[in-house]
Antibody, heavy 119, light 110 residues
Framework: EVQLLESGGGLVQPGGSLRLSCAAS????????MTWVRQAPGKGLEWVSG????????YYADSVKGRFTISRDNSKNTLFLQMNSLRAEDTALYYC????????????WGQGTLVTVSS | QSVLTQPPSASGTPGQRVTISCSGS????????VNWYQQLPRTAPKLLIY???QRPSGVPERFSGSKSGTSASLAISGLQSEDEADYYC???????????FGGGTKLTVL
């Protein structure tokens, strides 16, 4: 059974940093591209970042480019999102998701970890 | 303002057929396939349609997708109360080099 378990969310002050993790199991992690998608309270889905199977290629939404860094450790089946210079508008539930083959569709999602940016 | 445009709401009665539209541009829907997600209240999104018209295993045949030019549609036939959810379209955008989502459509089953 595929499982994605996010952790690392919490309350942080504006300008602060957080590192999110996503522990994957039930599939060959190193064979799958991964992504982060967020959802602000009461709002829609927003794609944040994606990473290739090897980790060599990364993609970012303009809203987080230069502030967030996606990475992965295939030896530990774990996906990361380093978030710096956090802003109030980054407050959201952050989901990690597995890319479905070669398409930019996501077939398995975690339950999310909540990030709140507030003073 | 989302790159892909969806109606904010849709509704239907049990048994009816409902269609949700998703409008984009040449840099996204016009060049790439569309994926649809269903998000039930207080749950993570679920992939409903991929490559514009394909259903993952386990998704009922009542759900179907189509694409034409820079627009896509999700159709739900034989509407059921459990279909009440938010629905999102998404596609790759090569101008932004990013995945773009629609703003979501809240489906109400009357």
């Amino acid at each position: 059974e595929v499982q994605l378990l996010e952790s690392g969310g919490g309350l942080v002050q504006p300008g602060g940093s957080l590192r999110l993790s996503c522990a994957a199991s039930g599939f060959t992690f190193s064979n799958n591209a991964m992504t982060w998608v967020r959802q602000a309270p009461g709002k829609g889905l927003e794609w944040v970042s994606g990473i290739s199977e090897s980790g060599r290629t990364t993609y970012y939404a303009d809203s987080v480019k230069g502030r967030f860094t996606i990475s992965r450790d295939n030896s530990k089946n774990t996906l990361f999102l380093q978030m710096n210079s956090l802003r109030a508008e980054d407050t959201a539930l952050y989901y990690c998701a597995k890319r479905y083959g070669s398409i930019w569709g996501f077939d398995y999602w975690g339950q999310g970890t909540l990030v709140t940016v507030s003073s | 303002q989302s790159v892909l445009t969806q109606p904010p709401s849709a509704s239907g009665t049990p048994g009816q057929r409902v269609t949700i539209s998703c409008s984009g541009s040449n840099s996204n829907i016009g060049s790439y396939t569309v994926n649809w997600y269903q998000q039930l209240p207080r749950t993570a999104p679920k992939l409903l349609i991929y490559i514009s018209d394909q259903r993952p295993s386990g998704v009922p045949e009542r759900f179907s997708g189509s694409k034409s030019g820079t627009s896509a549609s999700l159709a739900i036939s034989g509407l059921q109360s459990e279909d009440e959810a938010d629905y999102y379209c998404a596609a790759w955008d090569d101008s932004l080099n990013a995945v773009v989502f629609g703003g979501g459509t809240k489906l109400t089953v009357l």
